[in-house]
């Protein structure tokens, strides 16, 4: 199978592209850097094709991750327009690209988020409940709005609702491994938001799930069948750490650092991935603790 991952250079993209190539596929990463590395594109996404659209020949499958990091700066009014050109230009080519090709790839996966659905409290969350009104929501709506294309062009459409990814070399835990060894672990408000949190093994095996099932099309949560609280996720953490979970971040002092990206952190969403599971994806890592010692390499790490 031929295979290209837009935004494949990345925390969650160079893992897949790794695990794509050794299930035997080949596999073409888009990248805005400049580069002579094999099996790799310099694209320009500005909403626009251009001479890097001729990756996408022949291509049996396109896997959109393209867009700069939600977590990666206080949000400016500059930096969500970044994050939302960064999208929504990028799927906008691939778009374009596709509708170019004599003929199309089988399936174009184009990555959303869990925000999608807002703050929800307590509520269960699945892929049938309404988007939220927050510039999360707004945000993923948009990027999943600017891949509907695909679907009208005859191409099987696959939108991914990501959760917290987890790996100890970026992504949250990457960013909460250092304080929390340090013995500053603690909750964030109130504790009780919850944290729709995915072992990065299960996130990969799922996107190469939905490339090889045929009957996966729309949207689909990208997350274990247990979530939990920030309360929870921190204790474990740190109790797997040996380090004490008495710090307490207030809510007002997140906000005056982060300022709107705060509400981020302090809100969540009760996720569960319910077409995953009706369709019959088997989690390698559906709970924390386990999934917790196998990425910190810890004993006892029994699925």
């Not at 659905?117 to 307590?122: I, K, L, N």
């Not at 969350?125 to 294309?149: C, I, N, R």
């Not at 093994?201 to 247990?226: H, M």
């Amino acid at each position: 199978m031929r295979i290209v991952i837009a935004g494949g250079s990345g925390f969650l993209g160079q893992p897949l592209a790794e695990a794509c190539r050794a299930d035997g596929h080949t596999v073409t990463v888009l990248t805005r850097a400049t580069t002579s590395s094999p099996n790799t594109v310099h694209w320009i996404p500005n909403g626009h094709t251009g001479p890097w659209a001729a990756a996408l020949h022949q291509t049996d499958a396109v896997i959109n991750l393209a867009g700069a990091s939600i977590a990666g700066a206080r949000w400016t009014t500059r930096r969500k327009a970044l994050l939302r050109e960064s999208r929504l230009l990028a799927t906008r080519s691939l778009i374009d690209a596709i509708a170019q090709q004599p003929h199309p790839p089988a399936v174009f996966i184009s990555g959303s988020a869990v925000g999608y659905y807002g703050p929800r409290g307590d509520e269960p969350v699945t892929e049938g409940t309404p988007k939220g009104t927050d510039f999360l929501a707004g945000l993923a709506a948009e990027w999943e709005d600017a891949a509907q294309p695909a679907a009208r062009l005859g191409v099987r459409l696959v939108v991914l609702r990501t959760g917290l990814a987890l790996a100890p070399d970026g992504g949250i835990l990457g960013r909460m491994l250092l304080p929390f060894r340090l013995g500053a672990g603690g909750r964030l408000g109130s504790g009780r938001q919850f944290v729709p949190w995915i072992h990065r093994r299960d996130w990969i095996d799922l996107v190469r799930w939905a490339i090889a099932t045929p009957s996966v099309a729309g949207p689909i949560n990208l997350c274990a069948p247990e979530p939990a609280t920030n309360a929870t996720f921190g204790s474990t953490l740190a109790r797997l750490l040996h380090r004490p979970f008495v710090a307490h971040v207030p809510a007002f002092a997140l906000r005056l650092a982060l300022g709107e990206l705060a509400e981020a952190l302090l809100t969540g969403q009760r996720a569960r991935p319910a077409r995953a599971l009706v369709e019959g994806f088997r989690f390698q890592w559906p709970s924390l603790e386990p999934a917790l010692r196998d990425l910190l390499q810890l004993p006892g790490a029994d699925r």
